[in-house]
């Protein structure tokens, strides 16, 4: 269980230093085929408001846009958020663990790769509480699933290691 406060300076460091070169930090961010199948897979409507939980640079934001009618995005880190505007609709800065979101407000919240940096409970219980009834949350954790990307992900996971 991650115990890392949800503005933990260790987190905003960590990411604030890899803003502007996380696109290119693993094959896997940008992998248009993994998006489009997380994409697939949430169903989004033309009429959905999507909230886009630790939105970072907008990767996800990007694969959502032409597929709903809108996008907020949050997330703990002004660095990472800020490049995430050409593709939000609004953008948020904040923690998951307390959104700044009326209940029911969105009918989909996506997160990906964000939740193991929070408390996660307290950030499913707001993504929850701000996804309309009937609504989806999606939670998106990726993990080497063969030889070849086992390295990079440990790798990955070593850098990390402060912040999580």
Not at 108 to 127: D, K, P, S, T, Y
Not at 151 to 158: S, T, V
Request: hydrophobic share 40%; proline share 5%; with cysteine.
């Amino acid at each position: 269980m991650n115990t890392t406060s949800p503005d933990s300076p260790d987190v905003i460091e960590h990411f604030t230093a890899r803003a502007k070169k996380y696109d290119e930090s693993s094959r896997w961010c940008t992998d248009q085929d993994l998006m489009a199948r997380v994409v697939e897979l949430a169903a989004p409507q033309k009429t959905d408001r999507v909230l886009d939980v630790a939105c970072g640079t907008g990767l996800v934001s990007k694969a959502f846009r032409d597929h709903v009618a809108s996008i907020v995005g949050l997330d703990l880190t002004p660095a990472m958020g800020s490049q995430a505007t050409p593709w939000l609709d609004s953008m948020m800065i904040g923690a998951a663990e307390h959104m700044p979101f009326k209940d029911d407000e969105f009918d989909l919240a996506v997160c990906r790769q964000g939740i193991q940096f929070m408390r996660a409970q307290e950030a499913v219980n707001e993504m929850v509480r701000v996804t309309r009834p009937g609504g989806r949350v999606v939670l998106i954790n990726l993990c080497g699933f063969g030889g070849g990307d086992e390295e990079e992900y440990f790798e990955i996971l070593r850098l990390r290691n402060p912040a999580r």
